[in-house]
């Protein structure tokens, strides 16, 4: 049996409301283990923390940038009740999207740096969400990082510099979800190639972004066995090795067990 983790996912949101008892269920029988259910704002942080507590998964605390525009003015007391819970494991997600642009860039910025202070004084790790900013993003982290500090880029879809500037100068881990899958993706498979399974943790983000053959289904934590096939085939490993090192991997870096 396989042990996978899916180390992204939205479970507690609302495409789950009807069927979640069952796609925890199917999650479970595809060999993923566990999920960690990530928080988009802080009303649904305290959602993902309710569902992470019943069916035994992990939580995440963020504030994602498209809703940094309505982040509380104290962002640090805003957080201080998650950081003690049993399920919260990280702190995100948090970011720059400069895509959609849903809040304002500067505010963006300011909820990015304020959750990276909570995570580094927390002791945490970040879910790093990032579209479409890289030279903004990367100048935070260079301000803002410290020795010891632990993260992901989730759903990461840069390029080979780009992975290697995480990796090299703050030893991120890189999130691989559906998208690797896309025909259209060639640019992130060499990423990954050029990568290898030692920085690698695997996700779903779902309910977004289904892998092919399930492209434009609603995604379910189930299916990153798929792409746990499909990382195998690309980096020429058994699957059954893509599945214990990623899970691994997710492990030093949630501290979980
Ligand atoms: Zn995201
Ligand atoms: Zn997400």
Known sequence: MLRLIDTHAHL???AFDSDR???IERMRSAGVATAITVGCDLADTLRAVEVAHKYELYA?????PHEAKDAPADIWAAFRPFLKN???VAIGETGLDYYYDNSPRDVQQRVLRAQIAIARDANLPLIFHHRDAFEDFVSILRAEWRPGMR????CFTGDTPQAKTYIDEFE???????????KTAQLIRDAVVATGIDRL?????SPYLAPVPHRGERNEPAYVAVTAQYVAELLHMTLAAVASRSTD???????IT
């Open 12 to 14: 507690h949101d609302k």
């Open 21 to 23: 008892d069952a796609a």
């Open 60 to 64: 995440s605390a963020g504030i994602h």
């Open 86 to 88: 049993d399920r919260i």
């Open 151 to 154: 993260g992901v880029v989730h």
């Open 172 to 182: 991120l881990y890189l999130g691989i979800g559906g998208i690797v899958t896309f």
């Open 201 to 205: 943790l695997l996700e779903t983000d």
């Open 249 to 255: 991997n997710a492990k030093t870096l949630f501290k």
